[in-house]
């Protein structure tokens, strides 16, 4: 499992666009991109380790709900309402927020427990996988995002696969993941 973290990481990395190899001159942020690719990645890996009788979908809706979310688990037979990409939270088990290099406002982790409390009231559940995500400042008064990020959105799962700063893995995360995923 700690190979397939690795591969997860390193293919992201591969896929992703740096401002060091965008056009020069530009202005533009190629997060958008390098959040599809990371969703798309992710999707794949687990729909390797689903257990039967459920898909994984995203981005994706949850009828009545306003947002968009990267990764929802779902009924192996669910379908989106026509013309959407909106599933009956019936059908729904897990939501996933995905981040590629994690979430750098307190607001925004607010914003994001809100609504995982909500989907959990309905019996949803929920969990925050960040692929990379600094968890070992290195210099005095920088903040552990990783801390951070994961004291904002307790009592919800949050995993990080890779530091940010350092590279380093943190092995077991993918498999936890996939057996929250899974317990539903």
Not at 77 to 101: C, G, M, R
Not at 125 to 149: D, F, H, Q
């Amino acid at each position: 499992m700690n190979a397939e973290q690795r591969e997860i990481v390193d293919l992201i990395e591969k896929l992703s666009i740096t401002s060091k190899i965008a056009k020069k001159g530009r202005r533009f942020s190629w997060n958008r991109y390098n959040g599809n690719v990371a969703n798309n990645v992710v999707k794949e890996y687990i729909s390797k380790h689903l257990r039967e009788g459920l898909k994984v979908v995203g981005p994706a809706f949850i009828k009545g709900y306003p947002n968009e979310f990267d990764l929802l688990v779902v009924d192996a037979q669910s379908k989106p309402e026509k013309y959407t990409d909106a599933y009956n939270i019936k059908s729904v088990h897990v939501v996933v927020e995905l981040k590629s290099h994690g979430t750098y406002t307190e607001k925004a982790l607010e914003r994001i427990k809100e609504t995982f409390d909500e989907l959990v009231r309905n019996s949803v559940k929920c969990v925050y996988l960040a692929i990379r995500e600094s968890g070992k400042p290195k210099r005095k008064g920088s903040k552990n995002w990783m801390e951070i990020t994961r004291n904002k959105l307790a009592p919800h799962n949050a995993f990080v696969l890779c530091d940010s700063r350092t590279k380093e893995l943190y092995y077991g995360q993918w498999r936890k993941f996939l057996e929250f995923i899974n317990s539903s």
